[in-house]
């Protein structure tokens, strides 16, 4: 069911390359970084500009507001991050225009060495360059954001997540509670009351049965009322079955 993780090597091409530190300083990421788990070569499309301010963009045939990203400067780019990275390195285009990521889809990409992330600015990529260097595109979303730096980032942090040895004892953990499809249960810490506000007392009751069934349960409650269409994908017991056909038939509050 986990297939096997090769990928160690990134490859960030974008007019703005030092964005990518926002990655490689912080947090499980940073750490990952620093401790060898992958590698990320950066490159900027501006140095293959041809002209001294380094134009990368161009107006777009047939008029229109916004510039385009040039073709052959974007083609150079990724042929550069090729030699880097690996020539076979799947490359991916950051595009609003792009499939919507998710956990499976992500999971596809796990098996592969490296990977090119392509970040535009502007109005988008010349479509030739699309057609003719790119593997895959990709969007994180019904938003609009000012470029796919940050779509590039968010999708190569959830990658790294899944390589083994960055997450510690959280990974099974986490990887568990992924495989049900289900929301998360709700957490507390101390203090025991805030403003006004109790931990749930099954918590305090020491019975890690009880806490675990009242976690599951609570699990399965907010994917039925926030995320129904993730209850169709689900991978339920039998017991969160009945649960769910009782809540079906009697819609309160549990
Ligand atoms: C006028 C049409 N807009 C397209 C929806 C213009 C436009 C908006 C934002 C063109 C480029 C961008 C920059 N966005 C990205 O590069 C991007 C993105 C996004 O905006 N939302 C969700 N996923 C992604 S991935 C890359």
Redesign the pocket.
């Known amino acids: 069911m986990t297939s096997h993780v090769s990928l160690s090597k990134f490859g960030f091409v974008s007019i703005f390359p030092e964005m990518i530190s926002a990655l490689t300083q912080w947090g499980v990421t940073g750490r990952a970084l620093r401790d060898g788990r992958f590698t990320i070569d950066t490159i900027d499309p501006r140095d293959f500009a041809t002209d001294k301010h380094g134009t990368v963009d161009d107006r777009p045939y047939g008029g229109g507001p916004?510039m385009v990203m040039k073709a052959t400067i974007m083609a150079q780019a990724v042929e550069q991050a090729k030699r880097q990275v690996g020539l076979n390195a799947p490359v991916i285009a950051?595009?609003?225009?792009?499939q919507c990521v998710n956990e499976h889809l992500l999971t596809s990409l796990l098996g592969q060495d490296a990977l090119i992330f392509v970040?535009?600015?502007?109005?988008?990529f010349d479509e030739r360059f699309v057609s003719q260097h790119v593997d895959l595109e990709?969007?994180?979303?019904?938003?609009?954001?000012?470029?796919?730096e940050m779509?590039?980032m968010m999708v190569m942090d959830s990658l790294i997540r899944r390589i083994p040895g960055v997450l510690g004892a959280e990974l099974s953990a986490e990887q568990d509670s992924f495989v049900d499809g289900l929301l998360d249960c709700p957490h507390y810490t101390r203090p025991e009351i805030f403003e006004g506000e109790a931990v749930p007392a099954v918590l305090l009751s020491g019975d890690h049965a009880r806490i675990a069934e009242w976690r599951t349960a609570q699990s399965l409650r907010r994917t039925l009322d926030r995320r129904p269409d993730l209850l169709s994908e689900a991978d339920l017991s039998e017991k969160q079955r009945r649960l769910l056909a009782r809540w079906d038939s009697v819609s309160d509050d549990i």
């Open positions: 916004g950051m595009s609003p225009q792009g970040a535009g600015r502007y109005e988008g990709l969007s994180v979303g019904d938003i609009v954001v000012s470029g796919g779509p590039a």
